[in-house]
């Protein structure tokens, strides 16, 4: 820092992408942090070094950072921001150089970083040769060169000539005279190309240049963030559903009757689940498989030394996902194979009363995500519980799992990159509850934007609503009938009819029999709410 005259170094988690999941080979923040999770930002001053993270990673930074490192908990109170805390520590330097890598940090990040200290003195310098570069010499790991393969029409649905036709178009509409791709699910998409360059996403890593003649300077360029359409078809969705039942049935039994199961075991099981299914292609990230207190740790990873068993005393939470050539999963379902508390019951059905209220809500066409992020969260914040994460996120086909710009969440600040939802945009509902040493609940369903009628129509109006992809039953073991609206019951029994009539007849015997003895206890209480409403 000194050799190069600045006073702070500000790390980023990205690469020169952007990528949310940089290869292990651009993983800058975790080496200097020890914090393997995928969001934080890191500051190194002459005397402090101090790490900013968000809600999914509090216990995890705690356990992993060492205690050299100030833990800073954003949207904390009372925590303060990066611009903040190097205010307050700058103020009496005689130097006020804020360094970082221009390569590893967006225009837009940079922009607000010089706009926060105008006034005070401090100015941000560009290290075009990083920090991070220059120390990590040793145990590096090498930098991703795998083999390129060409996606096959049957699964893009669109060759790579139409898509750079049609972009053209795009570029002749703006006046644009080439459009640069940095980011690695766009040049994977526009292309119909693949790769293993970074786990759990089939990307190569690379740029392009796309001009009127060729693909390939110093004139006008245009450069935007659009999203994928991504999945047209639940064709991945019911294959992977099929994978995810024939894992609950199994563990759910072995684990009542004593066997021994844990969070290792579980997550190594449902891949070879996944692996068996058609065009199977691997994990689209690595299983979150928590047990009780580790459940709690929103992005847990289970280890050797972390796993616990799974038993019928606590709550069991597994969120995982696959990649397959027509399309990318991700879903979330939490346990319990014994008898839940009063309690946890009630935090469970406060979660899937905001999940299915996000799914049941029709809205005018034009609003963005953090408009309706609210709707979930409204059963726990009623109670004055609350969850510290974005409640939807968008996903690729056969790309990233978490893929921009839209995603619904009410800490989604308003950027020029934001979209509004659209028909044929794809997220994931995704509420959750966790308290710390104790267990986690988390809900996820991918779904898809569509045009919805309504019983009235206002004038140049469109209403929009989701429609489900994933088809995962629910745990009705954790479910308080009592607590749910009559609307709220009626859409959990038609889901699971749908789930037995879609996903059913692609499953054997044992498991369709285990699936229709799960609906029925769906439908059961569908009734006895019903006969109560009427009494």
């Known amino acids: ?197 970074i786990l759990y996403n089939p990307f190569v890593v690379s740029y392009a240049i796309v001009e009127m003649d060729k693909i390939s300077t110093e004139k006008k360029i245009w450069v935007t963030l659009l999203s994928s359409q991504g999945i047209f078809e639940a064709i991945p969705e019911i294959r992977d559903a099929v ?78 996902g696959g990649q397959y050539l027509d399309g990318t999963t991700d879903v979330t379902r939490t346990f319990h194979f014994g008898t839940p508390t009063a309690y946890e019951k009630e935090c469970y059905t406060r979660v899937l009363m905001g999940h299915i209220d996000l799914a049941m809500l029709k809205w005018p066409r034009g609003l963005y995500g953090r408009d309706i992020d609210a709707v979930a969260r409204k059963p726990l914040w009623d109670v004055g519980l609350i969850y510290r994460h974005g409640t939807g996120h968008g996903i690729g086909a056969y790309l990233s799992v978490h893929e921009g710009p839209g995603r619904i969440s009410i800490a989604h600040a308003v950027n020029p990159n934001d979209e509004p939802l659209d028909e044929h945009m794809f997220f994931s509902d995704e509420p959750g509850y966790y308290e710390d040493g104790k267990f986690g609940i988390r809900l996820e369903t991918i779904v898809m934007v569509e045009k919805k009628e309504t019983k009235y129509d206002f004038p140049d109006t469109q209403m929009l609503g989701f429609t489900e992809i994933t088809l995962v039953p629910y745990e009705p073991n954790l479910i308080n009938f009592d607590m749910l609206s009559e609307e709220q019951v009626g859409w959990l029994n038609a889901y699971h009819v749908r789930v037995e009539k879609e996903v059913g007849p692609k499953l054997t015997d044992i498991f369709e029999q285990w699936l229709t003895r799960h609906r029925s206890k769906f439908n059961y209480q569908r009734l006895n709410y019903n006969q109560q409403i009427i009494e």
């Not at 941000?124 to 795998?146: C, F, G, H, Q, Y």
């Open 243 to 320: 994978a995810l039942i024939k894992f609950m049935a199994k563990l759910e039994r072995e684990v009542k009757e004593g066997k021994h199961w844990t969070e290792v075991s579980a997550a190594v099981d449902l891949k070879k689940y996944r692996a068996a299914e058609e065009f199977s292609r691997g994990l689209s990230f690595p299983s979150i498989s928590g047990s009780g207190s580790n459940g709690a740790i929103i992005h847990y990873t289970a280890s050797n030394a972390t796993d616990k068993k799974i038993t019928t005393e606590e709550m069991y939470l597994l969120d995982s």
């Open 1 to 197: 820092m000194t050799a190069n005259d600045v006073d702070v170094y500000i790390i980023p988690s990205e690469d020169a992408h952007q990528s949310e999941y940089p290869p292990s080979y651009d993983k800058r923040r975790t080496y200097i942090s020890g914090l393997s999770g995928s969001a934080g930002r890191a500051v190194v001053t002459q005397s402090k070094a101090a790490l900013w993270t968000d809600g999914r990673y509090y216990l995890q930074a705690e356990d992993e950072l060492d205690c050299n490192w100030i833990l800073m908990k954003q949207s904390v109170e009372g925590v303060p921001s990066i611009t903040e805390w190097l205010l307050t520590e700058l103020k009496n330097s005689p130097s006020k150089k804020v360094g970082a890598s221009p390569f590893l940090m967006s225009s837009n990040s940079w922009s607000k970083y010089v706009e926060a200290f105008k006034n005070s003195g401090i100015t941000m310098k560009s290290v075009p040769n990083d920090l991070i570069d220059a120390i990590w010499t040793s145990d590096r790991p090498e930098k991703p060169d795998s083999p390129i393969n060409a996606l096959p029409l049957d699964f893009s649905g669109k060759s790579w000539q139409n898509k750079i036709e049609e972009l053209r178009q795009d570029m002749t509409d703006k006046s644009a005279d080439a459009f640069i791709v940095t980011s690695l699910d766009e040049t994977a998409w526009l292309f119909n190309m693949r790769a293993n360059d």
